[in-house]
């Protein structure tokens, strides 16, 4: 059984695994912390890390971006594996993480969902074909509530495709400010807001006579926290060093 301390647990995504953990054999969260206090779950929720006490074998983190140091230093004192799943980090955080990664495991994916990041491996190979005769144009959409635009699993496509090019490759964001002609060696990102949806992403290779689509639905916030149980189960007892859902893939392809 894998203990966690979940960080964000009153959130949308910490309600999930909390739910997903209830009554599991396999996991148990031993404590959370927010800055909302609450006492419905069957855990102490901790407003102040440093009043936690219980035992665990790893760090889930749904939370906000400006939450993520705090954390960052707790999971480094408790000397314990931090899964960062909360995105739109900071670049001064990102560099923490990997500094951490020295110290502590960690483990980061803007994105936990299994689907996504084989999305991302098959982005990579649809790059090495099609490009530079293909332009590449990702669009994501999101329910109305997300703060973060476009989102990090947009970028995480993004910043595997571009792994591939050789040349400098430019992320073009919003058009309306830019109003040029396409370039060869750009990535246009493009987002949608609305209602309840939990997070759409496609991949768009495209030429003069022929559109490659690849996308990805996520049709439950579940996907996410299944990917985060299947990186606890993957982190824990792990050695130091920095982690990501590759890894995790790499043992399903017996790489
Ligand atoms: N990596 C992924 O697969 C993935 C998937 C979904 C969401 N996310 C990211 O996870 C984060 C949380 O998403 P959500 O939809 O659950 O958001 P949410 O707003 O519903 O929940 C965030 C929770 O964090 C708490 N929080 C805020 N500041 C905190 C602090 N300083 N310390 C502790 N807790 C704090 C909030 O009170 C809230 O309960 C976001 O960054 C989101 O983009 C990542």
Redesign the pocket.
């Known amino acids: 059984m894998v203990k966690i301390f979940l ?2 647990c ?5 309600k999930a695994i909390a739910a997903l953990c209830y009554n599991n054999p396999d996991y148990k969260i031993v404590a959370g ?4 206090e609450n006492n419905t779950y069957d855990f102490p929720v901790y407003t102040s890390l440093n009043e936690c006490t219980e035992e665990f074998d790893v760090i889930i983190d ?6 993520v140091p ?1 954390i960052l230093e707790f999971a480094l004192n408790r000397k314990k594996p931090f899964i960062c ?4 980090l900071s670049d001064e955080t990102v560099a923490s993480i990997l500094k951490a990664s020295e110290t502590i495991p960690v483990f980061k ?5 299994l689907g996504i990041n084989m999305m991302v491996e098959l982005c990579k190979q649809a790059t090495r074909i099609l490009y530079p005769e293909f332009d590449i144009e990702i669009v994501e959409a999101h329910h109305n509530r997300k703060l ?1 635009a476009p989102s ?1 699993t947009a970028i995480m496509i993004a910043n595997g495709i571009k792994e591939e090019i050789d040349e400098n490759v430019e992320y073009v964001y919003d058009r309306h400010s830019v109003n040029k002609a396409r370039s060869k060696n750009e990535i246009g990102i493009s987002s949608i807001r609305g209602g309840n949806i939990v997070g759409e992403h496609s991949a768009m290779f495209i030429s003069d006579e022929e559109i490659v689509t690849i996308s990805h639905s996520a049709q439950t ?1 579940d996907v ?1 926290a299944k ?1 985060a149980l299947t990186a606890a189960k993957f982190m824990a007892g792990k050695d130091k060093g920095y982690y990501t859902m590759s890894d995790v893939i790499a043992q399903y392809i017996g790489e």
């Open positions: 960080n964000g009153c959130g949308r995504m910490g912390g927010d800055i909302i749904f939370s906000n971006a400006k939450a705090t799943c909360t995105t739109a994916s803007a994105n936990m969902s973060d990090g916030r996410f990917g």
